[in-house]
T-cell receptor, first 118, second 120 residues
Framework: GAVVSQHPSRVICKSGTSVKIECRSL??????MFWYRQFPKQSLMLMAT?????????EQGVEKDKFLINHASLTLSTLTVTSAHPEDSSFYIC??????????????FGPGTRLLVL | AQTVTQSQPEMSVQEAETVTLSCTYD???????LFWYKQPPSRQMILVIR??????QNATENRFSVNFQKAAKSFSLKISDSQLGDAAMYFC?????????????????FGQGTILTVHP
């Protein structure tokens, strides 16, 4: 099946620094990717929709200047947490949509990135 | 806006028994998809089953089946012959049909999740 990877799988950083998380679709092209945030034992909350070649669409309440999203190619979207603070510590998950003629579209999830800000 | 509600924060079942997880949703759309996702301790999201709203027949995938009641906006998941590997957090999710157009293409709305424990 289709695979979506994320890198790094976990990262620890100091407060005030920036962290970049990569999301790659390994065997298909994805014009649309999504970024989610998940706190322990809670649901996934959509942060933004990443569109290849255009600006990301952010959900209400998500600071676009803090969570920078770049979707520069059909297989890569990046999420940069700028000036990270301890409250940004969370599990970040990306997903990508794959289009396939017979089965339509399917959304595949990455394995997630655990961010800890000290 | 669409909402998805899972009213059971936790459920438990004995191995080999059957368990049903509940999900209700609210939408003004008539064409949409519903999903059940499994998130094991690894936290990798795994698609369990998908239901298209315009299909009256309930979807099934091996031991997993759904009871889709469109008028009641209910979408429950039944797991038969439960196995230890079924232990996970289960999420019900809604997505409007992209053919309907608009800017919410592909966006999933998740329920709060249900933690399923399987006892040996």
């Amino acid at each position: 099946g289709a695979v979506v990877s994320q890198h790094p799988s976990r990262v620890i950083c100091k407060s005030g620094t920036s962290v970049k998380i990569e999301c790659r679709s390994l065997d298909f092209q994805a014009t649309t990717m999504f970024w989610y945030r998940q706190f322990p034992k809670q649901s996934l909350m959509l942060m933004a929709t990443s569109n290849e070649g255009s600006k990301a669409t952010y959900e209400q309440g998500v600071e676009k200047d803090k969570f920078l999203i770049n979707h520069a190619s059909l297989t890569l979207s990046t999420l940069t947490v700028t000036s990270a603070h301890p409250e940004d510590s969370s599990f970040y998950i990306c997903s990508a949509i794959r289009y396939k003629g017979g089965t339509g579209e399917t959304q595949y999830f990455g394995p997630g990135t655990r961010l800890l800000v000290l | 806006a669409q909402t998805v509600t899972q009213s059971q924060p936790e459920m438990s079942v004995q191995e080999a028994e059957t368990v049903t997880l509940s999900c209700t949703y609210d939408t003004s759309e008539s064409d949409y998809y519903l999903f059940w996702y499994k998130q094991p301790p690894s936290r990798q999201m795994i698609l369990v089953i998908r239901q298209e709203a315009y299909k009256q027949q309930n979807a099934t995938e091996n031991r997993f089946s759904v009871n889709f009641q469109k008028a009641a906006k209910s979408f429950s998941l039944k797991i038969s012959d439960s196995q230890l590997g079924d232990a996970a957090m289960y999420f019900c999710a809604y997505r409007r049909n992209p053919r309907a157009g608009g800017t919410s293409y592909g966006k999933l709305t998740f329920g709060q999740g249900t933690i399923l424990t399987v006892h040996p």
